[in-house]
């Protein structure tokens, strides 16, 4: 027992250390919540959110499941996330107040989507025939849109990054043969970068806040299994209060140049995943599921710069949104399974309060997949899932100040359309049972 709790303290705080690198490229979801938390799941566009228990992933949607884990299991996923969306301008102006002159905006188009890898990591453990215990490291949350620093909206977004890590003990309890609960509790670290450049009247200075903070928030889970063929599943994860605390560095706008202490607040949201599982003649599955998010917590994003006189705020007006996915398995063999999903995954965003950090709209998941089981302890999951994304239209003003120097005032509206918006995701997944 020593050597299996050595063994896994080292392979958490490498896989922790590792997982904090390759986050900063990670790309957002609808919002920016992340769905790949199950290398097995994109193959059906995480249909059932976990209810359907080929793989680990129960530790996130919903600690109940691992009451039908047997031994202990590690599983290892790793997500290649390559997002398109080129923004078009459509007559860009900036207001100069005064002498209230409206100019055409200087810039040119350009695409914010990254390339971004997303892993994550699972174990799962028998303490006796009843009690389980879970362990997850993932990424709940996460963006990254980077555009270039001459690009026509500048003025308003240049890099917006989120990084969380949410590392997530849980047990699991099998009160009988049809229902089993689970619960767990969280510790997640977020990092946040977020950079534009600054109207001087000349060559453009710019600002970058950068903040990280530790939350702590909490899940629950109930399952109902009366047979080997069908299950019915509710997990909830808890809001996670998040005080940003960094700095803010501004360069080339003098007086205001230099570095100074900031804070933001902001709460990332509650969600409720539940799920139905049936299997049919013994060759197909069907998974339906549904989940929750509630989004209205993000209506704003207000900074506070040490020694600068007002907040800088980013008004979102966010709404609660939810997502409805549908898959199918098909046990080909002892060795092959094969599937495919459907998933409807809504916006939070409005065309109001749309902005360039998140130029987000609502999403259609068409995915494919498939594991091979190499042998008795060792399984292997594929998944290929295209994401074709809304018309995105952007038409927002925001008052961006003029010249440090001067009591002039810049409106900047950015108009435009992002256009051939899509995503395209990969999976590559591990599962070892010792």
Known sequence: MRFITQFLYKAYYYFFSILILLLSSTAFAAGFQI????????????????????????????????????????????????????????????????????????????????LGLVPNFYFTMDLTDRLKYGFAITSPFGLKTDYDRDWIGRYQAKE???????????LAYKVNDSFSVGAGVSAEYAEATLSQALFTGGVDGFAEVKGDDWGYGWNVGFMYHPNPTFRAAVGFRSKISHKLRGDNTITGASPLSGKRD?????????????????????????????????????????????????????????????????????????????????????????????????????????????????????????GYTYIIVDKTDINLSETIAGPPTSATTVIDNLSGEYEDSDVNIFSLQAVYKF
């Open 35 to 114: 769905s790949e938390q199950s290398g097995a799941g994109l193959g059906r566009a995480f249909a059932g959110f976990g209810v359907v228990n080929d793989d680990l992933s129960n530790a996130f949607y919903n600690a109940a499941g691992l009451t039908q884990k047997k031994g202990m299991q590690i599983q290892v996923t790793g997500f290649v996330i390559d997002g398109s969306s080129r923004f078009t301008n459509e007559g860009s102006t900036q207001t100069i107040i005064p002498p209230d002159i409206r100019i055409p905006s200087s810039g040119g188009n350009d695409d914010g989507g990254t």
């Open 160 to 170: 917006s990054e989120l990084i969380t890590v949410n590392i997530n003990p849980s």
């Open 262 to 382: 900031v804070t933001a607040r902001t709460t990332l949201p509650e969600t409720i995943h539940a799920g139905l599982y049936n299997e049919f003649a013994s060759k197909w599955g069907v998974s339906i599921g549904f989940r929750w998010t509630r989004w209205n917590r993000f209506q704003e994003l207000r900074i506070k710069t040490k020694s600068l006189p007002t907040d800088a705020v980013i008004e979102n007006k966010w709404d609660n949104v939810i997502s409805a996915n549908i898959g199918v398995d098909y046990f080909y063999s002892d060795k092959w399974t094969f599937r495919t999903g459907y998933m409807f995954d809504e916006s939070p965003t409005s065309d109001e309060y749309r902005t360039p950090r998140i130029p987000d709209e609502d999403r259609n998941w068409f995915a494919i997949g498939a594991s091979y089981k190499y042998n008795d302890q060792l399984n292997f999951d594929v």
